[in-house]
């Protein structure tokens, strides 16, 4: 139902709630953009009536920032599918697709093709495309998709150093243009195109993020969900260290259903190995099948980026700079259990298991001893074109 009341917007959904004390009937309350959302936030109030006390009234107010979501790489598969799925949250008030200079038809075709969809939703959400700089300015969150695949001949080593370039690029616009907005770098090798985001940005640490390990984690839950034969929501674990092979299953943190794992009947016939390696394998499984992931990334991406604008103070594990204080080691970006908020990302230290311990030191080392080569290579490439 929507109408106005005293020159304010107003739009109401009746539903059915759920807590403690069971069902309940719900009424919720809010402004959408133009009835408040102008002024950088829309306020949203809802009030709830329990079934046991109907005289029993009681309300509550939380507060969204309005954002511009920027996807560099939208020319990409992923970066238009994320696009299009970020786009869906009512928070992200403009949608900026971003590539390279020359593709601007292609921007403008898929800007008009993602407008027809708003039309379809009921949506009217902003979106603008470029290839200018300029283009970044204003972006509260911008997502790095840009680079080049793997070859079948190619090293880590090499692709590392390809994508480091076009990162860097990007990297270095963003720090200029949109210095206070926080940047998620979804490049592969990821850990190590984070740190060079990081580093060529200029942008403080707690505002470059990288997708990590929180695919690969969720991979991991859909295949104990698999294994025991329940719904996904109730399995919760995690996946750090480096994405890829070095990756290190936290199975000291994994519950189903509340029930640490080790506690659980047929614990003993569970394929740990096996599942570990499909899911570093997924990937590879998909781009040999259809030629690129795209589903999983996109909406892995979508996930975190409505946790940062509505604010949701998750715990996701994404690559972030790790402090030697807290972790023993510095200089590098690793994915580690990560406070997820509108003011930036903040890395938790976690107790892990011996094993667990030396998997993720072994980790550290492999990315630390690359994103060195590779800061190596570009310092002296930079120096040579001065």
Same mark, same amino acid.
């Given at each position: 139902?929507?109408?106005?009341?005293g020159?304010m917007c107003?739009?109401?959904?009746v539903?059915?709630g759920?807590?403690?004390?069971?069902?309940?009937p719900t009424?919720?309350?809010?402004?959408?953009?133009?009835?408040g959302?102008?002024?950088?936030y829309? %306020?949203?109030?809802?009030?709830?009536? &329990?079934?046991?006390?109907?005289?029993?009234?009681?309300?509550?107010? %939380?507060?969204?920032?309005?954002?511009?979501?920027?996807?560099? !790489?939208?020319?990409?598969?992923?970066?238009?599918y994320?696009a299009?799925? +970020?786009?869906?949250?009512?928070?992200?008030?403009?949608?900026?697709?971003y590539?390279?200079?020359g593709?601007?038809?292609?921007?403008?075709?898929?800007a008009?093709?993602?407008?027809?969809?708003?039309?379809?939703?009921?949506?009217?959400?902003?979106?603008t495309?470029?290839t200018?700089?300029?283009?970044?300015?204003?972006?509260?969150?911008?997502?790095?998709?840009?680079? +080049? *695949?793997?070859? *079948? @001949?190619?090293?880590?080593l090499?692709?590392?150093?390809?994508?480091?370039?076009?990162v %860097?690029?990007?990297?270095?616009?963003?720090?200029?243009?949109?210095?206070?907005?926080?940047l998620? +770098?979804?490049?592969?090798p990821?850990d190590?195109?984070t &740190?060079?985001a990081?580093?060529?940005?200029?942008?403080?640490?707690?505002?470059?993020f990288?997708?990590g390990?929180?695919? @690969?984690? #969720?991979?991991?839950?859909?295949?104990?969900?698999?294994?025991?034969?329940?719904?996904?929501?109730?399995?919760?674990?995690?996946?750090? !260290?480096e994405?890829?092979d070095t990756?290190?299953?936290?199975?000291?943190a994994?519950t189903? !259903?509340g029930?640490q794992?080790?506690?659980?009947?047929?614990?003993?016939?569970?394929?740990r190995?096996e599942?570990?390696?499909?899911?570093k394998n997924?990937g &590879?499984?998909?781009?040999?099948?259809k030629?690129?992931?795209?589903f999983g990334?996109g909406?892995?991406?979508?996930?975190l980026?409505?946790?940062?604008v509505?604010d949701e103070?998750? #715990?996701?594990?994404?690559?972030?700079?790790?402090r030697?204080?807290?972790?023993?080691y510095?200089? +590098?970006?690793?994915?580690?259990?990560?406070?997820?908020?509108?003011?930036?990302v903040?890395?938790i230290?976690?107790?892990?298991? *011996?094993?667990e311990?030396?998997?993720?030191?072994?980790?550290?080392?492999?990315?630390?001893e690359?994103t060195?080569?590779?800061?190596?290579?570009?310092?002296?490439e &930079?120096? !040579?074109?001065?």
């Amino acid at each position: 139902m929507t109408g106005t009341s005293g020159g304010m917007c107003w739009h109401l959904v009746v539903g059915t709630g759920s807590g403690p004390e069971g069902s309940r009937p719900t009424v919720n309350a809010w402004r959408p953009q133009g009835c408040g959302a102008e002024k950088g936030y829309v %306020r949203e109030a809802g009030y709830a009536l &329990s079934t046991d006390n109907m005289s029993h009234l009681f309300t509550f107010t %939380r507060c969204f920032f309005t954002a511009k979501v920027t996807i560099i !790489g939208a020319t990409g598969q992923v970066g238009s599918y994320a696009a299009h799925a +970020v786009s869906q949250f009512p928070h992200v008030q403009e949608m900026c697709l971003y590539g390279r200079p020359g593709n601007e038809q292609y921007l403008d075709g898929l800007a008009h093709d993602m407008m027809d969809s708003f039309a379809a939703r009921g949506t009217n959400t902003r979106v603008t495309f470029g290839t200018n700089p300029k283009e970044l300015r204003g972006s509260d969150i911008v997502v790095l998709t840009s680079g +080049v *695949p793997r070859k *079948p @001949d190619q090293t880590r080593l090499d692709l590392a150093l390809e994508n480091a370039k076009i990162v %860097r690029h990007f990297a270095e616009q963003v720090g200029r243009m949109a210095p206070d907005a926080i940047l998620l +770098v979804v490049t592969n090798p990821v850990d190590i195109m984070t &740190s060079v985001a990081l580093k060529y940005s200029g942008m403080m640490p707690h505002r470059v993020f990288g997708l990590g390990t929180h695919l @690969d984690s #969720m991979r991991l839950k859909a295949c104990l969900a698999e294994f025991f034969n329940v719904h996904v929501s109730e399995v919760h674990t995690r996946i750090i !260290g480096e994405h890829g092979d070095t990756m290190v299953p936290m199975w000291s943190a994994t519950t189903v !259903g509340g029930i640490q794992i080790d506690n659980m009947i047929g614990i003993a016939k569970l394929p740990r190995d096996e599942m570990i390696e499909r899911v570093k394998n997924s990937g &590879s499984y998909i781009i040999k099948a259809k030629g690129a992931t795209v589903f999983g990334p996109g909406d892995a991406i979508a996930t975190l980026v409505r946790t940062i604008v509505e604010d949701e103070n998750r #715990m996701l594990t994404v690559s972030t700079q790790i402090r030697r204080e807290i972790f023993g080691y510095d200089g +590098v970006c690793i994915s580690v259990p990560t406070r997820i908020t509108r003011g930036g990302v903040f890395p938790i230290a976690v107790r892990l298991s *011996p094993t667990e311990t030396t998997l993720f030191s072994e980790s550290v080392k492999v990315i630390k001893e690359l994103t060195e080569r590779i800061y190596a290579t570009l310092d002296a490439e &930079s120096s !040579g074109n001065a």
